[in-house]
């Protein structure tokens, strides 16, 4: 698990209520963010969400390249919101915001035209910048990013307590991000135990029993149930193998907010379910007044007469997308990786399912794992 640390900011005497008022803003904000996987897409989330809860100049999030040479530019919200300009990437240690990433130290001024280390002093004068903030968004001993934000008039102690604590939920959010981006792009090295904690974040899973091989099928299917349990706020699972099974199970908070019935989680899961049975499995759902359970137990391997070796209907381009769908990654990440656009991988997607017969995007990836398509 990587913990988030931030050093203090200011000893200053604080307004509570200032700073109660503040917090109730802030946490709204984190709980926007709360279970994404995409880091581009948080930080646009945070530097957004600044600009419109407390009213800042402008606010960006630079992202530490994993070279750990430079920084790139990820989010720019308020007065400039493009992310090709002079410091689109920085180098580690140059300029003040690579400073802030290579010292793990935060900087804050209420006085941004006097400090001998703007670029463009002129500049901060004619858009009335005064205060500056830039955080390290710590995981671990090292910076994984820096969160810089402008304001037009001086920052109040409160405010400055509060994007320390931002920070924090900011820099845990990230690391979880990019972990699970990085298993993306290898998940054969990965256990199944791992790209589960990388996709729900925290402490919300446990392991029991010892981590066996599993046939791909059974891999993808729980990676894609995780992926809907981040969307319902899972609160805590369990990863159980038994001697041929392997068991996810899952608690989820229900209340006046998220009410979850059996109805309503049939119809969350239901293509996944209805994969497992495929595959040999068995689900059970229960639902209380505060907590409900889902759990899916599959054999570890398919039998031999779940695995057929059929020549595949799918065009080279549509095997590709179905490879990255296996995966978790979304159709935006898909148009990127391909260089297509987000509309074509919506088409071929739609053509993938009408040449397996089937209707959702999981029973296709289950229909072509089965058949060796995607090896």
């Not at 300009?85 to 006097?114: E, T, W, Y």
Request: proline share 4%; glycine share 6%; with cysteine.
């Amino acid at each position: 698990m990587i913990s988030a640390t931030v050093p203090n900011l200011t000893s200053h005497t604080l307004d509570v209520s200032r700073l109660l008022f503040d917090l109730k803003r802030c946490g709204d904000l984190v709980g926007k963010f709360t279970g994404w996987l995409t880091p581009d897409e948080i930080a646009v989330c945070v530097t957004n969400g600044l600009i419109e809860q407390f009213g800042c100049a402008f606010t960006r999030i630079w992202l530490v390249e994993p070279d750990r040479r430079t920084l790139r530019l990820v989010s720019s919200s308020g007065l400039y919101t493009r992310l090709d300009g002079d410091f689109a990437r920085v180098p580690m240690g140059a300029f003040k915001v690579g400073k802030i990433a290579q010292h793990c130290i935060p900087f804050l001024s209420n006085c941004l035209p006097d400090e001998d280390w703007v670029k463009d002093r002129e500049w901060a004068i004619a858009n009335n910048i005064q205060g500056f903030a830039g955080l390290p968004l710590m995981a671990g001993d090292q910076a994984i990013g820096v969160l810089a934000v402008f304001s037009h008039r001086p920052m109040a102690p409160e405010f400055l307590e509060v994007l320390q604590i931002l920070s924090l939920s900011v820099a845990g959010a990230l690391a979880s991000a990019v972990n699970h981006q990085a298993l993306l792009k290898t998940p054969d090295a990965a256990h199944l135990s791992e790209q589960l904690a990388a996709l729900l974040g925290g402490n919300r899973l446990s392991l029991l029993g010892t981590e066996q091989p599993l046939a791909l099928p059974i891999t993808q299917l729980l990676l894609q149930m995780a992926n809907r349990l981040v969307k319902l706020s899972c609160q805590y699972c369990r990863l159980v193998y038994d001697t041929d099974t392997v068991v996810l199970e899952a608690m989820l908070a229900t209340t006046p907010a998220q009410p979850l019935n059996e109805t309503t989680l049939i119809e969350v899961f239901q293509d996944i379910l209805a994969t497992g049975q495929t595959l040999g499995g068995e689900s059970q759902i229960q639902t209380g007044t505060d907590v409900a359970q889902v759990r899916l137990r599959l054999p570890q391997q398919l039998s031999s007469s779940q695995v057929t070796t059929a020549a595949s209907p799918l065009s080279e381009r549509e095997q590709e997308v179905m490879r990255l769908l296996a995966q978790g990654h979304r159709d935006r990440d898909i148009a990127e990786q391909l260089y297509i656009s987000e509309r074509t991988v919506k088409f071929h997607a739609k053509n993938m399912l009408e040449k397996l017969g089937v209707r959702t995007r999981i029973q296709a990836v289950f229909e072509a794992t089965k058949n060796g398509w995607l090896s």
